[in-house]
């Protein structure tokens, strides 16, 4: 598979597993029934995509078995609200599922528990695939801050 985020993963080096998917994946369920090779599922991340009061779209990206913990991003990012399916695809261009963080045209605020760990996963903006990498080599890709934004 190559599209916009594996070329961007290797023309800056960064090494990467493409993981393939039997069938659409929306949730960490999903992605770990449908995964065809193994996968954790504490290394499993999600974006989700909120607009703020003044109209700026964020792509927030977070472990998949975690919760945004909306007062903490509000501190972050002023009163945001989550984007419904037809307006995520309206302003990515992609689907829940597939949304993937190094696409996006929009900031990206990454939850400092990403960070920590070995490799996560996540949406390559194709439903029957993801994308596995250190998270640390994010930085490598795409411009992005951190913050403590997820329910513990």
């Known amino acids: 598979m190559e599209n916009e985020a594996v070329r961007l993963l290797m023309e800056h080096g960064v090494e990467h597993r493409i993981i393939e998917l039997e069938e659409r994946a929306i949730s ?3 992605v ?3 995964a ?7 290394e ?5 995509i909120v607009k703020n ?10 472990l998949g ?4 913990d909306s007062k903490k991003l509000n501190v972050v990012l002023g009163k945001t609200r989550f984007l419904s399916p037809d307006e995520v695809e309206g302003s990515t261009g992609m689907n829940l599922g597939e949304v993937c963080p190094l696409t996006l045209k929009i ?18 903006g194709n439903h029957l695939y993801g994308i596995e990498m250190n998270p640390r ?9 951190t913050g403590d934004i997820s329910l513990v």
């Open 44 to 48: 499993i991340a999600k974006t989700i």
């Open 65 to 68: 078995d975690h919760r945004i």
């Open 32 to 34: 770990m029934k449908y």
């Open 28 to 30: 960490v369920q999903d």
């Open 107 to 124: 900031p990206i605020l990454v939850d400092v528990r990403v960070l920590e760990k070995p490799r996560i996963n996540f949406g390559s």
């Open 137 to 145: 080599d994010l930085v490598k890709v795409i411009e992005y801050k």
């Open 53 to 62: 009061k003044k109209g700026a779209l964020h792509g927030v990206l977070l």
């Open 36 to 42: 065809k090779t193994d996968i954790k599922p504490d």
